[in-house]
């Protein structure tokens, strides 16, 4: 298994609501992240997770809270977000600090946040 | 803070034509990474060099790290339609990847 697998594909929330985003890797990677992707620009990290634990948060406000319940999952908790949080949500996952370590992406939570 | 120049942010093609899109930084890097997305979908890994002046390629892209390992060119031979999307390079030296402004290259039939 090589992939990154994401879900939901897409995501429609009120700014009251409480949401989960899913991301699942078979591949035995040790380290998981947390990406940001506006239109038309580059992905930006948010989080980093490394043996299960987090080891970089990009400043990323409270209203997104992650959790890495094991080597394998990574969640996204979203609660009480705002309009300007609309945006795709990637996730990676990669060996844990080689030089030459690729990221394996999935493909995206598209959200809306209305 | 390390950034990522990428140029040009724009490329619009006619298939064919060649191609170079330029990643420079003022930071020395272990390794960086190309990598290419199409809408709606997450970027996908095309290559990781990691020596400076390491020269890879993938059928008609040629991959050059500079020999300072500040910079790096991605050169596309014969572009076709479906080179089309957005190509970022990215770097990590501490277990962050960041990624440059990304190119948008459009091939026309």
């Known amino acids: 298994d090589t992939e990154v697998t994401q879900t939901p594909k897409h995501l429609v929330m009120g700014m009251t609501n409480k949401k989960s985003l899913k991301c699942e890797q078979h591949?035995?990677?040790?380290?998981m992240y947390w990406y940001k992707q506006k239109a038309k620009k580059p992905p930006e990290l948010m989080f980093v997770?490394?043996?299960?634990?987090l080891s970089i948060n990009e400043s990323v406000p409270s209203r997104f809270s992650p959790e890495c319940p094991n080597s394998s999952l990574l969640n996204l908790h979203l609660h009480a977000l705002q309009p300007e949080d609309s945006a795709l949500y990637l996730c990676?996952?990669?060996?844990?600090w080689g030089p030459g370590d690729g990221y394996t992406f999935g493909s995206g939570t598209r959200l809306t946040v209305v | 803070t390390q950034l990522l120049e990428q140029s040009p942010q724009f490329l619009s093609i006619q298939e064919g034509e060649n191609l170079t899109v330029y990643c420079n930084s003022s930071?020395?890097?272990?390794?960086l990474q190309w990598y290419r997305q199409e809408p709606g979908e997450g970027p996908v890994l095309l290559v990781t060099?990691?020596?400076?002046?390491e020269v890879k390629k993938l059928k008609r892209l040629t991959f050059q790290f500079g020999d300072a390992r500040k910079d790096s060119s991605l050169h596309i031979t014969a572009a076709q339609t479906g080179d089309t999307g957005l190509y970022l390079c990215?770097?990590?030296?501490?277990?962050?990847?960041?990624f440059g402004q990304g190119t948008t290259l459009q091939v026309k039939p």
């Open positions: 997770y490394s043996y299960e634990k």
């Open positions: 990676a996952s990669s060996q844990v």
């Open positions: 930071s020395v890097f272990s390794s």
């Open positions: 990215g770097a990590s030296n501490t277990g962050k990847l960041i």
């Open positions: 060099v990691v020596t400076g002046g």
């Open positions: 591949m035995g990677h040790r380290a």
